[in-house]
């Protein structure tokens, strides 16, 4: 029996309280694909049943990557200060254990993907995007764009959620899916930037244990501005989204909230310095949460209720 204690390690492990950067995003895609005109709309009871098994696939596949990068990196973790107490090294939770929550979490993620049927798309896709996104655990052995990889992980949920509502009408029309890709786009840059300003942390690390990442390879000045790139691009892309998906109908109050995201990839930007990152979890989290939230709630109002 999992006792509290236990339930909170499993929380901690998985860091549960970082969904708040794909889940907003996935329930943006289930909004945006509901009032987008279409063909082929849900029933109120019926989007109220995808969504909730959005929700479940999302908590599911999150749960199920990150156990499974905690496994794969527990050695590497043990042999770094910075992450030497997580809970495999630290022995807190045993391989086995991790191991057997990998395994519930991945039939979970592939059952709430069954919830959808008859659309029989997310079935489907799932054991090909559960690949992906643990297939990032092993992405900064051979490659430093492993920051891309880990953002089109998170940029796959508004395109999963997009198909999980909309399938029937993208089998369709394959165009229909457009505005979900635009908003992926968006958010693969938005992610890769903030993983870059987190992973400067561990730039010396990785250099020596031969680890690929944007700081080892450029150093934590190099990497910033490669960071500084990527959000740039990210705000470029969502200006532009409205205009090249004008049935998406978005105005002043997106266009008002991108003013202020605009402003906190700024603050970002300068809570990280190459000779401080005493504020690198400030700026990835705290701000980024913001981000996500904030971008999301306010995309769905527009489209929504305006």
């Known amino acids: ?7 909170r390690n499993y929380l901690e492990l998985i860091r549960f309280s970082h969904t708040v950067f794909a889940l907003p995003f996935a329930l943006l895609g289930v909004v945006l694909a509901a009032v987008v005109p279409q063909s082929i709309e849900p029933t109120g009871g019926l989007l109220l ?33 910075r992450t030497a107490t997580r809970h495999l090294p630290s022995g807190r939770l045993s391989s086995s254990g991790v191991w057997a929550f990998f395994g519930l979490m991945t039939l979970g993620f592939i059952a709430s993907c069954a919830l959808f049927l008859p659309n029989w798309i997310p079935l489907v896709g799932a054991v090909p995007v559960l690949a992906w996104i643990c297939g990032y655990s092993y992405a900064k052995r051979f490659t430093s764009a492993a920051h891309l990889w880990l953002g089109i992980a998170l940029a796959l949920s508004p395109v999963c959620a997009w198909l999980a509502v909309r399938g029937e009408q993208v ?6 899916i457009g505005p979900a890709v635009g908003l992926a786009l968006a ?18 690390f990785d250099r020596e244990q031969g680890l690929h990442s944007v700081p080892a390879r450029f150093g934590v000045s190099g990497a910033l501005k490669v960071a500084a790139i990527a959000h740039s691009l990210m705000l470029v892309v969502l200006a532009a989204w409205p205009w090249f998906f004008p049935q998406l109908q978005l105005g002043a109050v997106y266009f008002g909230c991108l003013a202020v995201v605009a402003g906190l990839v700024i603050v970002q930007h300068r809570l990280v ?27 769905a109002l527009d489209a929504w209720l305006l």
């Not at 029996?1 to 339930?7: D, E």
């Not at 089998?171 to 229909?176: A, G, H, I, K, N």
């Open 187 to 204: 958010i693969a840059l938005w992610v890769m930037g903030f993983d870059i300003v987190y992973a400067c942390q561990d730039a010396g």
């Open 273 to 299: 310095r190459p000779d401080d990152l005493g504020r690198v979890n400030v700026a990835f989290f705290h701000v980024n949460a913001i981000i996500s939230f904030g971008l999301s709630a306010a995309t």
């Open 171 to 176: 089998l369709m029309d394959p165009s229909d």
């Open 1 to 7: 029996m999992t006792t509290p204690i236990q339930l």
């Open 49 to 81: 049943w995808r969504t909730g098994a959005v929700i479940a696939c999302m908590v599911t596949a999150r749960s199920a990557a990150m156990a499974f990068n905690r496994l794969v990196d527990a050695a590497i973790d043990a042999r770094n200060p």
